[in-house]
């Protein structure tokens, strides 16, 4: 069974600075896909980024972007220039890429929660 | 664009009561899912399907069940409610995506339970 896992429960930046959150996981399948959700205290759970693994360029949206090492089996997330409404918990997730059914439920971490300091 | 909605957002049963937890989504996704959130231990899979008429146990299904009758609606139940069944629920919906695509999940936003 894949395993996924946060090793930082909580982490802080400065408003404007750059962070990074870490995710390491676990798998025998060569094809998956990564993802990093955001809750923010709404529950909500909204998507940052995802990454294919077959992929070897590295995910990026606006501020978002991912650090994936297939061979390490590690996919951090780096934020940009901080903003207040970037504090949240994120969540790493991986998913199989197989044909049968169920292959698209998802695995989380336990989550980093992430505070903003103005 | 109503997307995954959850009913309902609050709720608090007694020991031994049952209830039923609502999931309706207006994508026309095939795949649905119920996971459920405790402090320090992200979210974990109680039950999906993927599609109407069919489901299957995920990784902590037991003291539930679940239906799809219709496409749209993914039920959860609890049939009879213990404290350890007080969570954060959480449903979510994907298209069933071809190989080499990304079936994103959208979820709803939560139902917190509390058993007493």
């Known amino acids: 069974a894949q395993t996924v896992t946060q090793s930082q429960p909580e982490m802080s930046v400065q408003e404007a600075e750059t962070v990074t959150l870490s995710c390491t996981y676990d798998t025998s399948e060569s094809d998956y896909y990564l993802f990093w959700y955001k809750q923010p205290p709404s529950r909500q759970m909204i998507l940052v980024i995802r990454?294919?693994?077959?992929?070897?360029q590295n995910a990026t949206e606006n501020r978002f972007s991912v650090n994936f090492q297939k061979a390490a089996k590690s996919f951090s997330l780096k934020i940009s220039d901080s903003q207040l409404g970037d504090a949240a918990m994120y969540f790493c997730?991986?998913?199989?890429?197989?044909?049968?059914?169920?292959?698209?439920?998802?695995?989380f971490g336990k989550g980093t929660k992430l505070t903003v300091n103005p | 664009n109503a997307g995954v909605t959850q009913t309902p957002k609050f709720r608090v049963l007694k020991t031994g009561q049952s209830m039923t937890l609502l999931c309706a989504q207006d994508m026309n996704h095939e795949y649905m899912y119920w996971y459920r959130q405790d402090p320090g231990m992200g979210l974990r899979l109680i039950h999906y399907s993927v599609g109407e008429g069919t489901t299957a146990k995920g990784e902590v299904p037991d003291g539930y069940n679940v239906s799809r009758l219709k496409k749209q609606n993914f039920l959860l139940g609890l049939e009879s409610a213990a404290p350890s069944q007080t969570s954060v629920y959480f449903c979510?919906?994907?298209?069933?995506?071809?190989?080499?695509?990304?079936?994103?999940?959208?979820f709803g936003a939560g139902t917190r339970l509390s058993v007493l």
């Open positions: 997730a991986y998913r199989s890429a197989g044909l049968q059914g169920g292959s698209e439920k998802l695995v």
């Open positions: 979510a919906s994907s298209y069933s995506s071809p190989p080499r695509a990304i079936g994103i999940q959208y």
């Open positions: 990454q294919e693994a077959y992929k070897q």
